[in-house]
């Protein structure tokens, strides 16, 4: 099945999602396939949830009450994994949004991954990394649809704040150096699903639409275009650079 006829559920912990971001959202999903269970949990006698009402009956969105029986106790998210597990079990569905920044759904990430469910995962930069890093992609909601938005959008992340990101910069060169020609030229397509291999990964969450445009953006890369194809090496290392990384090395012992 092709990757924009994906079978999708669509899960959000309304109580840890704001509203205002469910239109891109549901644009991020429509390029992947179809969100036709589309559900929202919480206790809806809560003001604290009414900017969801609009949402709802917009989007098509069927709200899920579930009363907080014990205070200090989030009976939403038991709702919505036992939910999910049953979603699951049907064995109707190719993957799994979750919308939440609450780092308890990490087990239920990692338990649909298992199954080989595509785990689609939406939340706010205070997401705590385990949740992001078991999604199969991760989307801050802060970032999502603010490339679109010349009035709402970030300024993407410096070529030097780029490469100060160890994790990145190990990623990047791996992904290179594991698809790499004898050569040493890698297919971006090839560095691509290399990434998307190793756990929830996303150029627009550093601020950049394409992936081309976040390698390019580091400066720490030659970038070959021949018509479509964009193949990538990286350059060699100057003096001053190695300088620095040794610098920012820790000490051994």
Not at 157 to 168: C, G, S, V
């Amino acid at each position: 099945m092709a990757d924009n006829e994906l079978r999708l559920a669509l899960l959000i912990d309304a109580d840890n999602a704001p509203a205002s971001k469910i239109e891109p959202i549901l644009t991020e999903l429509a390029r992947h396939g179809v969100a036709n269970v589309r559900r929202a949990y919480g206790n809806w006698k809560n003001p604290h949830l009414k900017g969801w009402e609009a949402a709802l009956h917009q989007y098509a969105i069927r709200p899920i009450q579930q009363f907080a029986y014990t205070s200090g106790k989030n009976a939403s998210d038991m709702a919505m994994v036992i939910d999910a597990m049953d979603l699951l079990y049907a064995r109707t569905l190719d993957g799994f949004a979750i919308v939440s920044s609450d780092a308890d759904f990490t087990p239920l990430v990692m338990r649909l991954r298992n199954e080989n469910m595509r785990v689609f995962g939406f939340g706010e930069e205070k997401t705590p990394l385990p949740f992001v890093k078991a999604c199969s992609t991760f989307l801050y909601l802060e970032k999502l649809g603010a490339l679109d938005d010349a009035a709402a959008a970030a300024k993407p992340k410096t070529a030097a704040q780029l490469r100060e990101d160890t994790a990145l910069v190990h990623l990047l060169r791996n992904a290179v150096g594991a698809t790499a020609d004898e050569s040493g030229w890698a297919h971006l397509g090839a560095v691509g699903s290399h990434i998307g291999n190793q756990g929830s990964f996303d150029a627009r969450n550093y601020g950049y639409r394409k992936l081309s445009d976040l390698i390019e953006a580091t400066g720490l890369f030659e970038v070959r275009r021949t018509g479509q194809a964009v193949e990538l090496r990286p350059l060699p290392e100057t003096p001053a650079r190695s300088r620095a990384r040794r610098r920012k090395a820790p000490a051994a012992g």
